[in-house]
T-cell receptor, first 114, second 116 residues
Framework: DVKVTQSSRYLVKRTGEKVFLECVQD?????MFWYRQDPGLGLRLIYF???????EKGDIPEGYSVSREKKERFSLILESASTNQTSMYLC?????????????FGSGTRLTVV | AQSVTQPDIHITVSEGASLELRCNYS??????LFWYVQSPGQGLQLLLK??????LVQGIKGFEAEFKRSQSSFNLRKPSVHWSDAAEYFC??????????????FGKGTKLSVKP
C-alpha cells in the first residue's frame, strides 16, 4: 500500500515561531500537495508540487512556503506562525503516469499556534 | 469554473437505514470522480472512484456510487448504515488530461451522524 507519512500528529507552537511540517511518501509519486482543513471551509489547497524542486501556489499560499528537494519529501513551512494558522494540515500524493488515480492522504497534523 | 457541490452539510440517519449522499459537479468534460471518507482526527481514505465504463461503481465498506452524466452527479449510497460509518464524506473530481492532471477539486464535505 502507498503510504504518506506526516511527521507529527499534534504540534503546539508559539506565535512567531518558524514551523516545519514534513511529509514523506514511499511510492515514487510525482505529485504532492498540502491542504489545510477548517470546519465549514473544507479542504483548501496551500501549495503543490509536480516534481522535485518544483512548486505551485494553491488557493491560500500566503504565510506559507514549501520545499521539495527529494521526490519523496514535501515540506510545508510556516515562516512566522500566527494564531490564524491553527488548523489541521493534510498532505497528499498522487501519480499521473497512467491518468489521474486520485490522492493518497497522510493522517494529518493538527497544529495549534498559541 | 470547475466546482464540486455537496448540498448537505450534515445528515443524520438511523443505524440500519439506507443512505444517499449527494454530489454535483461542474466541469468542462467528464472528469474522474472520487469519494473519500474521513474519520474524526484522521486523514482522508479513498472509498471508490469512477474512471470509465460501468456507471455504478462499488467501493470499500459496502458503499457504491452512480455516475449520471446528464445530471452531472455522482451520489454515494449504502443500503444499510452501521454506527461505524459516522464520519465526514468528501466528493472530488479530477482532470483526465492536460496540465491540471493530478489536481483534485473537493466538495466541502457532508458530515454523517448515525443514531442508534
Amino acid at each position: 500500500d502507498v503510504k504518506v507519512t506526516q511527521s507529527s500528529r499534534y504540534l503546539v507552537k508559539r506565535t512567531g515561531e518558524k514551523v516545519f511540517l514534513e511529509c514523506v511518501q514511499d511510492m515514487d509519486h510525482e505529485n504532492m500537495f498540502w491542504y489545510r482543513q477548517d470546519p465549514g471551509l473544507g479542504l483548501r489547497l496551500i501549495y503543490f508540487s509536480y516534481d522535485v524542486k518544483m512548486k505551485e501556489k494553491g488557493d491560500i499560499p500566503e504565510g506559507y512556503s514549501v520545499s521539495r528537494e527529494k521526490k519523496e519529501r514535501f515540506s510545508l513551512i510556516l515562516e512566522s506562525a500566527s494564531t490564524n494558522q491553527t488548523s489541521m494540515y493534510l498532505c497528499a500524493s498522487s501519480s499521473t503516469g497512467r491518468g489521474n488515480y486520485g490522492y493518497t492522504f497522510g493522517s494529518g497534523t493538527r497544529l495549534t499556534v498559541v | 469554473a470547475q466546482s464540486v457541490t455537496q448540498p448537505d452539510i450534515h445528515i443524520t440517519v438511523s443505524e440500519g437505514a439506507s443512505l444517499e449522499l449527494r454530489c454535483n459537479y461542474s466541469y468542462g468534460a467528464t472528469p474522474y470522480l472520487f469519494w473519500y471518507v474521513q474519520s474524526p482526527g484522521q486523514g482522508l481514505q479513498l472509498l471508490l472512484k469512477y474512471f470509465s465504463g460501468d456507471t455504478l461503481v462499488q467501493g470499500i465498506k459496502g458503499f457504491e456510487a452512480e455516475f449520471k452524466r446528464s445530471q452531472s452527479s455522482f451520489n454515494l449510497r449504502k443500503p444499510s448504515v452501521h454506527w461505524s460509518d459516522a464520519a465526514e464524506y468528501f466528493c472530488a473530481v479530477g482532470a483526465r488530461s492536460g496540465g491540471s492532471q493530478g489536481n483534485l477539486i473537493f466538495g466541502k464535505g457532508t458530515k454523517l451522524s448515525v443514531k442508534p
